[in-house]
């Protein structure tokens, strides 16, 4: 995606999930909550982090000045937003 990117007037931002290099580690509640064997925890682990990801995308959005999504009369868009995870991230998005 990335050599494609700037022709196509499209800024990527990546962000590592937590534990990743480079990002916040997880917490010892959170690791408890998906190596456990209470399926609730596990769920609430993914619901919280999904929530991180939203207020993420929305701040983003706020800062950057991110333009609304529209479609022109001849197909063309602008703005708007997009959300992509990558392997287990995936996890993530669904929730």
Request: aromatic content about 14%; charged content about 30%.
């Amino acid at each position: 995606m990335l050599p494609f990117a700037a022709k196509h007037n499209i800024r990527l931002v990546f962000v590592n999930r937590r534990d990743d290099p480079g990002s916040t580690p997880l917490t010892k509640k959170d690791i408890e909550d998906i190596t456990g064997f209470d399926d609730s925890r596990r769920e609430e682990f993914y619901r919280r982090q999904a929530v991180e990801i939203a207020n993420f995308m929305a701040w983003f959005v706020q800062t950057e000045k991110i333009p609304e999504y529209k479609v022109f009369d001849d197909g063309t868009s602008e703005g708007g937003l997009a959300l992509v995870g990558w392997s287990f991230a995936t996890t993530y998005c669904l929730d």
